[in-house]
C-alpha cells in the first residue's frame, strides 16, 4: 500500500464520518436534549426539581427496547411537548438490573417504561411497542 492511497483512505473515512454527523445533527435537535443515561441520584434529583421522568429500562442486544427506543423517538420529533415536559432517563439493564433504581421501582424485566412524578407511578409499560400504548403513556406526563 503507498503512502498517497494510505491517505486517500483517511481522507475519504473522515468525510464519511463528517457526512454521516451531519446527517444525525437534525436527529437530536428533534429529540430536545436527549435521553439521560441514568446514574445513581439522577432520578430523585430530577422528581425532587417537579420534573416528570420516564424511565426507560433497556439493554442494547435487547430487540424490544431497540423497538421502544425508535417508537419513543419518532414521536419526540413529532411532538415537542414530550421533550419540553418529560425527563427521559434510560436505564442500563445490563448494569443496574440487581440496583436499587429497579428494586425499588419493582421493574421485572428489561424493555419496561415507567413514568414518574412526585413520589407517584403515573403508568408503565412491560415489554409493549406499540405507538398508540406508548404515546398513551408519554401523554400522561404531559397533564398536569
Same mark, same amino acid.
Given at each position: 500500500?503507498?503512502?498517497?492511497? @494510505?491517505?486517500?483512505? !483517511?481522507?475519504?473515512?473522515?468525510?464519511?464520518?463528517? /457526512?454521516?454527523?451531519?446527517?444525525?445533527?437534525?436527529?437530536?435537535?428533534?429529540?430536545? #436534549?436527549?435521553?439521560?443515561?441514568? +446514574?445513581?441520584?439522577?432520578?430523585?434529583? *430530577?422528581?425532587?426539581? &417537579?420534573?416528570?421522568?420516564?424511565?426507560?429500562? $433497556?439493554?442494547?442486544?435487547? =430487540?424490544?427496547?431497540?423497538?421502544? #427506543?425508535?417508537?419513543? =423517538?419518532?414521536? @419526540?420529533?413529532?411532538?415537542?411537548?414530550?421533550? *419540553?415536559?418529560?425527563?427521559? /432517563?434510560?436505564?442500563?439493564?445490563?448494569?443496574? !438490573?440487581?440496583? +436499587? /433504581?429497579? /428494586?425499588?421501582?419493582?421493574?421485572?424485566?428489561? =424493555?419496561?417504561?415507567?413514568?414518574? @412524578? &412526585?413520589? *407517584? #407511578?403515573?403508568? @408503565?409499560?412491560? $415489554? &409493549?411497542?406499540? +405507538?398508540?400504548?406508548?404515546?398513551?403513556?408519554?401523554?400522561?406526563?404531559? !397533564?398536569?
Amino acid at each position: 500500500m503507498t503512502k498517497q492511497f @494510505r491517505i486517500h483512505q !483517511s481522507l475519504r473515512r473522515r468525510l464519511l464520518a463528517a /457526512i454521516a454527523t451531519t446527517l444525525l445533527i437534525p436527529l437530536s435537535v428533534f429529540a430536545g #436534549e436527549g435521553t439521560k443515561d441514568y +446514574e445513581p441520584g439522577l432520578v430523585e434529583t *430530577e422528581l425532587a426539581a &417537579g420534573n416528570t421522568v420516564l424511565l426507560d429500562y $433497556a439493554a442494547s442486544w435487547c =430487540s424490544t427496547c431497540k423497538r421502544q #427506543e425508535r417508537v419513543i =423517538s419518532k414521536l @419526540r420529533s413529532e411532538n415537542t411537548a414530550y421533550n *419540553e415536559n418529560i425527563v427521559f /432517563i434510560r436505564v442500563d439493564w445490563d448494569t443496574y !438490573s440487581d440496583h +436499587e /433504581i429497579s /428494586i425499588m421501582n419493582n421493574i421485572p424485566r428489561r =424493555s419496561t417504561l415507567v413514568l414518574l @412524578r &412526585g413520589d *407517584e #407511578e403515573l403508568g @408503565r409499560i412491560v $415489554a &409493549g411497542t406499540s +405507538e398508540a400504548q406508548i404515546r398513551a403513556l408519554m401523554d400522561l406526563g404531559l !397533564s398536569t
